[in-house]
């Protein structure tokens, strides 16, 4: 059922009937099968990429590297939580090397950006410093990219 | 002068194509879904196309030898090795060539004397009968049949034999029924030739995107492995379809004289296509799996659509075509493609493109992506609803 996953990582629209269709299984296998997933949490969401910058809302992203003081007994995990938390973070990593989190913050502009990272991130009590990169443009986000031509130009070929 | 005297009578008398006028009416409309074309939607691998850029930063644009970097024939010998079990000499048993489509044209310019006969299994690839032609060759065409799978008997092979045979074509995976040759098929038709004085064209094109079983060689059989020369290519698995790069694997004498043909048509295939060739061979292998599981989940899509159409279609294991009979519509081959496009604006292609038996049947392509495949099922559907209802 790992096909189900490569499947709906590209659509995760396609109808059940369909899924069934495309893997030679019933509907009911592959309802099963995808709730299965669902509980155990491996599927975990099914979201919509948007390419906000061609819409008129306003919206920055920053990267921002976190240097964190680990915990006793929670390690990276707990100081983590308390900062994935904020519903301005899109996304939260421990990483390897130089610093220790990787954030990913979405605000509607720089100024947002800015007062969360000296608010609510920086005074932390584990935080020892960050260091704010914002992004320019976006070429590719979760594998797809943005400026794709759609079109199928292949040619007229006899064969 | 009068250019039209002057071309030679051979070349007039192959037929031209029946689905050219398609295709004009396809570009003048919008929101038309075309299953007519025979090429991957899939646009090449990245890390092959980045190895074709390098080396012509590297200005790798000199001509390589006539047969081909001797680096690619190398990765091709092992690829058909550790693929399909068959052994090749690099240095003298393999012919890098300019699509499989040129392999088959040389092959059959070296074999073939005016008058011989050469073997086509039929609905299949238009070029075989074309190649045969302008080489003086006589076709004598199998008709393949829906209720044996499409697939080449041994009975019907051994009725189309004659003094005059000089080659066979086993063309499987088909374009454009899908059909496969499995393990017992394929020794059927080597009982039939192993001991006759008739060449085996075997194009397997087609062979990585098998969907059932593995894909048989008629070469993998040692009685056979002199007689047959596999043709293969990089179009097909690899989505390399304009790059251009093909091979033959066979006889050091038959590769030596169509070596011969090559270097004076053709000089050599393009060295740089032959770099990213080499990327494809060493290290795709993930990428082409991903599309044949891909293929696979449309296929079943599309055979499915076809069903519920209520068309009668016999479930193609191969290549990536769809080849269902639409005789239950009351219309011929041509007068559905015809309407279809006019009316719910999907393009596939008439059965009898590829041979006469191909009438009553229609080709389409699932290189397209599944929300076409699912749209354009919905209005085949809707198609056929409405003309059997009118037919009855």
């Known amino acids: 059922m790992e096909e189900i996953l490569e499947i709906l990582e590209n659509n995760s629209r396609l109808k059940c009937e ?10 009911e296998e592959v309802k099963e ?24 809302r306003e919206m920055v992203t920053a990267l921002i590297e976190v240097k964190v003081t680990p915990q006793r007994g929670e390690g990276f995990d707990k100081v983590a939580e ?31 950006v800015a007062s969360f990272v000296a608010e609510k991130l920086a005074p932390l009590e584990s935080v020892l410093s960050t260091s704010t990169h914002f992004v320019l443009k976006k070429y590719k986000d979760d594998g797809v990219i943005f400026e794709k031509k759609e079109k199928d130009d292949r040619e007229a070929i006899v064969l | 002068m009068n250019i039209n005297d002057m071309i030679s009578p051979t070349v007039k008398s192959i037929p031209p194509s029946g689905i050219r006028k398609y295709f004009d009416l396809l570009n003048e409309m919008k929101d038309a879904i075309s299953l007519s074309v025979g090429e991957p939607d899939f646009v090449t691998p990245w890390n092959i196309r980045e190895a074709g850029i390098y080396s012509l930063e590297k200005g790798q644009t000199h001509y390589s030898s006539n ?19 068959l052994k090749y000499n690099p240095k003298e048993e393999i012919l890098v060539t300019v699509g499989a489509s040129e392999a088959i044209d040389l092959a059959l310019r070296s074999l073939i004397i005016p008058g011989d006969e050469v073997i086509i299994p039929e609905p299949s690839f238009v070029a075989y009968k074309g190649c045969a032609l302008l ?23 051994e009725n189309a034999i004659t003094e005059k045979t000089k080659v066979v074509i086993i063309p499987f995976p088909n374009n454009p029924t899908g059909a496969i040759m499995t393990k017992k098929d394929i020794e059927g038709i080597v009982e039939v030739l192993k001991d006759k004085d008739i060449v085996v064209i075997s194009d397997e094109i087609y062979a990585e995107l098998t969907y059932e079983g593995e894909h048989v060689s008629i070469a993998s059989y040692p009685e056979m492995k002199e007689k047959t020369l596999v043709i293969n290519g990089f179009s097909k698995a690899f989505a390399m379809t304009g790059w251009r790069i093909g091979y033959a694997c066979g006889h050091p004498c038959l590769i030596d ?9 053709i000089m050599c295939a393009p060295t740089n296509a032959q770099h990213a060739a080499i990327e494809a061979l060493r290290n795709s292998s993930d990428d082409v799996g991903m599309m044949v599981r891909e293929y696979n989940r449309r296929r079943r899509l599309m055979v499915d659509g076809f069903r519920k159409a209520g068309l009668d279609c016999f479930e193609p294991l191969g290549a990536f075509y769809v080849f269902p009979c639409i005789t239950s519509t009351g219309m011929s081959s041509d007068e559905f493609c015809e309407k279809l496009l006019m009316e719910e604006k999907v393009l596939v292609v008439p059965g009898t493109a590829f041979g006469d038996c191909g009438a009553g049947f229609v080709r389409a392509t699932y290189a397209s992506s599944v929300e076409n495949i699912i749209e354009a099922m919905k209005r085949i559907k809707k198609f056929v609803d409405r003309h059997s209802r009118l037919h009855i």
């Open chain 1, 18 to 27: 369909d899924i069934a269709v495309m893997l030679g299984k019933s509907v």
């Open chain 1, 33 to 56: 099968a995808i709730k299965k997933l669902e509980d155990e949490g491996v599927i975990v969401g099914y979201n919509t990429l948007i390419n906000w910058e061609k819409t008129n």
């Open chain 2, 135 to 157: 080489s003086g060759a006589v076709p004598v065409v199998i008709e393949l049949k829906a209720e044996d799978q499409f697939r080449l008997t041994p009975e019907a092979l």
């Open chain 2, 67 to 85: 047969a081909g970097l001797i680096e690619l024939r190398s990765e091709i010998a092992k690829y058909m090795d550790n693929r399909f079990g």
């Open chain 1, 82 to 112: 308390r900062i994935h938390r904020f519903p301005e973070v899109k996304a939260c990593y421990l990483m390897s090397g130089g610093f220790d989190l990787t954030v990913i913050v979405e605000g509607k502009n720089l100024k947002q």
């Open chain 2, 257 to 265: 004289s169509m070596k011969k043909i090559h270097q004076y048509a």
